[in-house]
């Protein structure tokens, strides 16, 4: 059984619709119910920054703090993670306009913030999601390297510095006579950072693939899919990553013309698509019917929850906003069954408390209204 990895007391400092909040918790599972626009999904949200990056609602951080307050916004957890137990501390307050976040770790600066990964991995599911598989490609590219990050802790490092690399190289193509030798280093870096990318993606997919084929969901409540990747690095060619970087480093120079016609790279890891099926019908995601969609969803979720519990030993805080709205009593009671036997804590939200009910006791039930909330 993974260890449980859970928040035992978060609190918020002028974050959206907080003034202040301290929320005293436990092991169990945290059930936040009441009207919507109440700030169920602010304090989802406020969990979500005790990983790397902007969040669930990938929101800039000007528009994160409380709108009457004075200066940024702060979010605190004292965490029984993975390393043990920590307090966690990061946010904006006092913080310069335009520079990131602070985060202090048992009181001293962090160096990074990929050091949260170290007490805990955060993975969410929101109505936002729900338009994934009909949405646009950036956004399942976006889908899976979060799920990549959460047992990778580089890849987004490799992610921004290869966007950095491929707009320098399209603004040197801009020029009438661009330097070789740069283009050439800056390819090189793309290359190595974009096969890297690429391989760690494909290596995501066949853990998960391997995983659902095993069939997690024993009353096939949530369909399996099936994944692959398209675009990029999307066939069978597993040469050593050497080879594959020189390949693309051949195609970026012969492709130097078209990408300066272009005004942008036409080939890399920046072009890849996920492409998820239905694997029991055998049908493209997009093309099923908005029911079988999130509840594919909800079972992909849960499958990289499991992987991601397999691989590091910990269970991961998952993250569920208006997790049971469209979904029946049936499946309600096999979602909250599955999650409980993941072993972590997880964050719902709904409107309306019974849809709950059958956590019984191994969750805890609290009324948010109006920036309050209440056991």
Known sequence: MPQKVYIERLALTDFRNYRSLS??????????TGDNGAGKTNLLEAVSFLSPGRGLRRAPYGDVARKEAEDGFSVFASLSGMA????????????????????RVNGTPARTVDELLDHSRILWLTPSMDGLFTGSASDRRRFLDRLVLSLDAEHGRRASDYERAMRSRNKLLSEPRPDSQWLAALERQMAELGIAMAIARREMIGLLEGLIARGLDENGVFPAAGLALDGFLDGDDHRPAIDLEEDFVERLEGGRWRDAAAGRALEGPHRADLLIRHRAKEMEAARCSTGEQKALLVGLILAHARLVADMTGHAPLLLLDEIAAHLDERRRAALFDLVDGLGGQA???????????????????FHVANGQVSA
């Open 84 to 103: 043990g137990e920590a307090e966690i501390g990061t946010g904006t307050l006092g913080v310069e306009e335009g520079q990131s976040r602070r985060l």
């Open 347 to 365: 964050f719902m939200t709904g409107t309306d408390a019974q849809m709950f009910s059958a956590l019984g006791g191994r969750a805890r039930f």
């Open 23 to 32: 929320l005293a918790l436990d092991e169990r599972h945290v059930v936040l």
